[in-house]
């Protein structure tokens, strides 16, 4: 089901350097590395090991610097993360434009091989440790990787690609270079962080969340951090800039279970949403990316239209981005490391983007 692939020498090359990029990239957090991508990739249970060898990739040391970052200079803002934001060093927090770039309009051939990367966040915290880092995020780094997104790279909803993907009327256009920003699990950092920085820098976003720990608080033995409630689920949707979905009701690996509990999470998920949102819910992201025929047809058939099948699953590094002739039921997504500065997630993006298109 791949869509795009890498020769194996490329690959390689391809990855080692998102790789060694990755690892200079923890300047500002914790100076070790190697074991982050060898650690549970979800915050809430364990799962989704990367596999040795990408460890090894991963520990190598970087042979030469960085050619744009010298580490003894300050070429990020350190103002202190906590303090109220401000819109000082980012040329991004100007006017937004009120014209997009140059649009792909849907049913050209050009629409069917536009390459659009979704990327996946999950918590956002100013203290973690390195093993934590596939999960979570500081709140400066997370500021600097959208507005240096938004230099290079138009925001856009899950929503908006859905809808360009299914157009047969030629009606709807994309903005090139296209980005999609999504969010697993449904923690309170998102409401309290993410969704102001979003705001200011009218940038669009889809919260996969886990329907059972909506509103449950760190500490009360159910999560480990605190989520959001439905109040503030509600608000942050009544926005228009973000869109809540379903990651299950219980985070469960879908591709594990029997028919009845898949039907059960597909469903309950579902309505609760539906419920108090009172949205449509039709979109998935399979926790851990696991899933299965079954559980596709399944979410078919409960009405999920939109399926992320992987994203919580960092190995799959040679697919990485979506292209509209292979529809919205097998997205793929990049999970993008704590570790990384803002150069590095655009280095990570242009890493994918140079993936090969295979006929
Ligand atoms: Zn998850």
């Not at 990787?145 to 047969?168: D, G, W």
């Not at 509103?215 to 409630?229: C, L």
Request: hydrophobic fraction near 35%; include cysteine; aromatic fraction near 6%.
């Amino acid at each position: 089901m791949k869509k795009l692939l890498l020769t194996a020498a490329a690959a390689m090359c391809s990855l080692a350097a998102v790789l060694c990029l990755t690892g200079m990239a923890a300047n500002n957090t914790e100076s070790g590395r190697g074991s982050a991508l060898s650690q549970n990739m979800d915050t809430n249970t364990g799962s989704g090991q990367m596999p040795s060898w990408v460890g090894e990739l991963y520990a190598t040391p970087a042979p030469t610097p960085e050619p744009t970052k010298d580490p003894d200079a300050t070429p990020e803002p350190t103002k202190d993360p906590n303090a109220t934001p401000e819109p000082t060093a980012e040329p991004t927090n100007a006017p937004l434009p009120t014209q997009r770039p140059t649009e792909v309009q849907a049913g050209t051939s050009e629409a069917e091989t536009v390459k659009v990367p979704i990327l996946l966040y999950h918590h956002i915290a100013e203290d973690f440790s390195e093993s934590r880092a596939i999960s979570i995020i500081s709140p400066r780094d997370f500021r600097l990787h959208m507005t240096a997104i938004k230099t290079q790279y138009t925001p856009i909803s899950l929503r908006e690609y859905v809808e360009f993907v299914n157009c047969r009327d030629g009606s709807k256009t994309l903005p090139r270079n296209p980005i999609i920003i999504t969010f697993d699990d449904g923690y309170l950092s998102n409401y309290e962080v993410a969704y102001p920085i979003l705001k200011e820098l009218n940038i669009p976003a889809t919260i996969f969340i886990v329907t059972d720990t909506v509103g449950e608080t760190a500490g009360d033995g159910k999560v480990e951090f605190s989520h959001f409630t439905w109040e503030q689920a509600r608000e942050m949707q009544s926005s228009g800039l973000i869109e809540i979905q379903s990651h299950t009701n219980d985070h469960v690996k879908l591709g594990e279970l029997g028919n009845d509990t898949v039907n059960y999470e597909l469903r309950k998920s579902k309505y609760l949403i539906e419920k108090n949102l009172g949205t449509t819910c039709d979109m998935i992201a399979y926790p851990y990316g696991s899933y299965s025929a079954a559980a596709i047809e399944a979410s078919d058939k409960a009405g999920y239209d939109v399926q992320c099948l992987v994203g919580d699953d960092a190995t799959d590094v040679d697919y990485e981005v979506n292209l509209p002739r292979d529809g919205v039921k097998n997205l793929t997504r990049i999970t993008v490391s704590g570790l990384m500065g803002n150069v590095n997630v655009l280095e990570l993006i242009r890493q994918a983007l140079a993936n090969e298109i295979v006929q």
